[in-house]
């Protein structure tokens, strides 16, 4: 079983599209994460939703629009998309509190943007 | 605001040689240091991860230190094999609040030479 799944896995779109990406969790973490990691392997953190709760957001363009349904999913659309949006998306779960540990990340979705 | 410098940015061993990667942080309240593997296209994975009222971590072939007073934190692997090669980011958070967001280092790709 998969603990942290994310659809689709590769993404090849023309500027100015309106793409979606997935993300599920089957971990029973009550928080998600997106990162984006861009050409040089930068992994910054774009998004993290606690219980559905927005609670980062970090200064990322309003093109991108998190949602949470539930706790165990957390999807990202992108409006408008740019050549820069390319880059590999990653999800991640964990549990925010205590000693909880350290995220879980999914396979990651390539975007390329042409 | 918070920040983890990583060096080196690349690093290229000899089999059987030992490797040792540096971070910094600057958040004095950060209490929680992972590291993550990434192998080429894959998704990061938590090798090991150290909390702060501990000053090292051993798990076979890899080790962790922790030095609070002057915000230094490394990963040390030992006997290094070909299968090692990836590239390796630090990461820190303050974990037990409302978030566990994870700040991660640059990078370092290390190559372990046959």
């Known amino acids: 079983d998969t603990a942290v799944s994310q659809t689709p896995k590769y993404l090849v779109t023309q500027m100015g599209n309106d793409k979606s990406i997935k993300c599920e969790q089957n971990l029973g973490h009550d928080t998600m994460y997106w990162y984006k990691q861009d050409s040089k392997k930068f992994l910054k953190i774009m998004f993290s939703?606690?219980?559905?709760?927005?609670?980062i957001n970090e200064t990322v363009p309003n093109r991108f629009s998190p949602k949470s349904p539930d706790k165990a999913h957390l999807n990202l659309h992108i409006n408008s998309l740019e050549l820069g949006d390319s880059a590999v998306y990653f999800c991640?779960?964990?549990?925010?509190?205590?000693?909880?540990?350290?995220?879980?990340f999914g396979s990651g979705t390539r975007l390329t943007v042409v | 605001g918070e920040n983890v410098e990583q060096h080196p940015s690349t690093l290229s061993v000899q089999e059987g040689d030992s490797a040792v990667i540096k971070c910094t942080y600057s958040?004095?309240?950060?209490?929680?240091f992972p590291w993550y593997k990434q192998e080429l296209g894959k998704r990061p994975q938590l090798i090991i991860d150290?909390?702060?009222?501990?000053g090292e971590k051993k798990d076979q072939r890899i080790a962790v230190t922790l030095n609070k007073t002057a915000k230094h934190f490394s990963l040390h692997i030992t006997e290094t094999q070909p299968e090692d090669s990836a590239v390796y980011f630090c990461a820190a958070s303050r974990q037990g609040g409302a978030t566990n967001k994870l700040i991660f280092g640059t990078g370092t790709l290390l190559a372990v030479q046959p």
């Open positions: 991640a779960s964990s549990n925010a509190g205590g000693e909880s540990g350290g995220y879980t």
């Open positions: 939703y606690n219980n559905k709760e927005l609670i």
């Open positions: 150290i909390r702060s009222n501990v």
């Open positions: 958040d004095s309240a950060s209490n929680y």
